[in-house]
């Protein structure tokens, strides 16, 4: 069972960086696609990032050029650094790991408030 743990989200002005962490643990033998996504109050989940397991790596129009997501395989851990942050940025973020033989699972969230 997959198990995992973001951190970093905090509370900053509009302009500032932010580095969002999300380390995982209980992959046995599949390889996931690693992502976040993020919510905001009111608003549906949405998709922000990933790294699929061919390395490719896909942003949301909204965060492209502002946002950079990578990974560190050797201690199972998938960061997302947020710069240029905007009000809009604001909301809940989400690790999510997905893989067509062994399911997908969510971490628990950690929140993100930009204030203009």
Not at 56 to 83: C, G
């Amino acid at each position: 069972h997959v198990h995992l743990v973001e951190s970093g989200g905090a509370s900053v002005m509009a302009g500032g960086s932010l580095k969002l962490s999300c380390t995982g643990s209980g992959y046995g033998p599949c390889t996931y696609n690693m992502s976040w996504w993020r919510q905001a109050p009111g608003k549906e989940r949405e998709f922000v990032s990933e790294i699929d397991i061919d390395g490719v790596i896909t942003y949301a129009d909204s965060v492209n050029e502002r946002f950079v997501i990578y990974q560190d395989s050797a201690k199972n851990a998938l960061y997302l650094q947020m710069n240029s942050l905007e009000p809009d940025d604001t909301a809940v973020y989400y690790c999510k790991v997905d893989s067509y033989r062994c399911g997908y699972y969510w971490g628990q969230g950690t929140q993100v408030t930009v204030s203009s």
